[in-house]
């Protein structure tokens, strides 16, 4: 395992440029997206489980220098759209992403960066879209589980204000850039019933985490494009689990970054953005 000793950095997010864009998903269901711009081919980044596309915004101020930088909301979370019978696989999402693939994308490959159950995402549209995908980023991720779909950890479902956002959220990304927490504060959360603020995404998240029922160890040595394998240094991630994911896939490597819990693109975007740069422009 390489070691990546970054500090925690200051990205400039002030004049980054952020155009809101929506297209269909494999059901004919609305998905979100952010386009952080940038020059190059399409980097399309992925969320993890409590987040939304608005995760990877210090991140693409980083990349966007060799990457058009777009994140998606995955289907029930942020602004896009919400599934009546409650579809919520990784196996949805990425069919989801073949759609949006095809409508961002038509004909050219893309690279796709993936944190926790983003990463799940693309590793499974990675390993059966082999000819869509043309470098791929695995952020702190386990392929299978031990925990079941409703073994969840305690999160309250909303908030009284704004200071009690902010608060909370720098209390679950202790290294996050103030910069970053603001930005998670203010569009990871809406208003709900009662004047409170809650997380942007469907209140089953709460209940269930469908993820907890996936094994994609099989489809890691069908994995054609070149993989960077991510681990947090501060991460209840496993770093011998993932190295093991990084054996099994061809043409990957392994980075660790330190000064990071689990969600990497929110609380050390900057090493993380380092880090894309590099194995994007295949170093």
């Known amino acids: 395992m390489a070691n990546d000793t970054h500090e925690v950095q200051h990205l400039d997010v002030r004049n980054l440029d952020v155009r809101h864009f929506y297209t269909e998903g494999a059901v004919g269901n609305r998905l979100h997206g952010l386009d952080f711009g940038g020059e190059g081919s399409v980097l399309v980044c992925l969320h993890g489980v409590t987040g939304n596309a608005w ?10 220098a060799c990457r058009r930088v777009l ?9 896009s759209q919400w599934s009546p019978e409650q579809a919520y696989t990784t196996s949805d999402h990425a069919a989801d992403l ?20 983003g990463a799940l995402v693309a590793i499974e549209y990675a390993a059966e879209h082999p000819d869509r995908v043309g470098r791929l ?13 409703t073994d969840l ?37 809406g208003p709900v019933a009662g004047g409170r603020l809650a997380p942007k995404h469907d209140p089953h998240f709460f209940e269930r985490w469908p993820f907890r029922s ?55 975007p900057a090493a993380l953005a380092d880090c894309l740069v590099s194995f994007l422009e295949g170093g």
């Open 55 to 64: 995760n990877w915004h210090a991140v693409a101020a980083g990349v966007r």
């Open 137 to 149: 980023a695995v952020v702190d991720v386990e392929p299978s589980f031990e925990q079941g779909e």
């Open 153 to 189: 950890f305690p999160r309250p479902r909303d908030h009284a204000d704004h200071d009690d956002v902010r608060a909370a959220v720098q209390r679950t990304y202790p290294n996050a850039p103030a910069e970053v927490v603001e930005t998670v504060a203010a569009t990871c959360f």
């Open 214 to 268: 996936d094994d994609h160890w099989e489809r890691l040595p069908r994995i054609q494009a070149p993989t960077l394998h991510v681990h947090a240094s501060d991460s209840f991630v496993r770093a011998d689990v993932m190295a093991e994911m990084d054996r099994l896939t061809p043409q990957s490597s392994l980075v660790e970054i330190a000064d990071s819990t689990h969600v990497v693109p929110v609380d050390n």
């Open 98 to 117: 073949a759609g949006a693939v095809e409508s961002l994308s038509p004909g050219s490959p893309v690279d796709l960066a993936g944190s926790s159950w």
């Open 71 to 79: 994140a998606l909301d995955f289907r029930g979370y942020g602004e």
